[in-house]
C-alpha cells in the first residue's frame, strides 16, 4: 500500500532534549516535506527537500533540521526542543512536484508535547 | 501562492448534496486549482484538482466558474464520513511545492 509513515505518533518531552521524527515513504517521491498545524494558524511549511541532499527552508524553520540522505527517508530533528515547537506535524510527498498538477500526500501526524 | 477565500463553517444533512464555494480572484492564467480536506485526527488527503474545465472524481466534483476567479466543490450526497475541513489552493507552476493552506471551510455533517 502506497503510504508515507511518522514516528513516533505521540511524543511528550522535555525542553532541551534532542528528539528526532522519522518520515518514511514508499512511493519513489522526490519530492518530500514537513508542516506543523497549529489552532488559529493552520498548516504552514517547515523544510522540504526536492531530491536527495537537496532541503530548503519553508516558512518556519526556526528550531528544526532535516536530512535528506536517501530518497525515501526524510527526519526532522529537533536539537532543543522549546514549548513553543508542541504541534502536530505532518510529513507529505509527491511525485516531483514541479507541475501544478501534482498532489502530495501526507502521513497520519505526529503529536508533539514538550513541556 | 495567491489567495483563496472559504467560508468558516458549512453544514449538511447526510445524504444530501452539498457544494462548498472558493473565491480566489487573483488567480492567473496557469493556476491549478486544487481540494484538500483533513478529518479529524488524520493528516490532509487530496480530493480533487482542476484548470478551466469542470472535474469529476470518484470522491466529488469540481465546478470552476468560467472567469476561473470562483469554484465549488461538490460533494453529491453527504455522509457522516464527510465532515472534515476542506480546503481550496492553488498550486502555481514551478512552485517549490508549498501549499499553502488557509482556515478552510469546517464542514459538519448531520445525520
Known sequence: ?115 | DAKTTQPNSMESNEEEPVHLPCNHSTISGTDYIHWYRQLPSQGPEYVIHGLTSNVNNRMASLAIAEDRKSSTLILHRATLRDAAVYYCILRLGGSQGNLIFGKGTKLSVKP
Open chain 1, 1 to 115: 500500500e502506497a503510504q508515507v509513515t511518522q514516528n513516533p505518533r505521540y511524543l511528550i518531552t522535555v525542553t532541551g532534549k534532542k528528539l528526532t521524527v522519522t518520515c518514511s515513504q514508499n512511493m519513489n517521491h522526490e519530492y518530500m516535506s514537513w508542516y506543523r498545524q497549529d489552532p488559529g494558524l493552520g498548516l504552514r511549511q517547515i523544510y522540504y527537500s526536492m531530491n536527495v541532499e537537496v532541503t530548503d527552508k519553508g516558512d518556519v524553520p526556526e528550531g528544526y533540521k532535516v536530512s535528506r540522505k536517501e530518497k525515501r527517508n526524510f527526519p526532522l530533528i529537533l536539537e532543543s526542543p522549546s514549548p513553543n515547537q508542541t504541534s502536530l506535524y505532518f510529513c507529505a510527498s509527491s511525485l516531483k512536484n514541479r507541475a501544478r498538477q501534482e498532489t502530495q500526500y501526507f502521513g497520519p501526524g505526529t503529536r508533539l508535547l514538550v513541556l
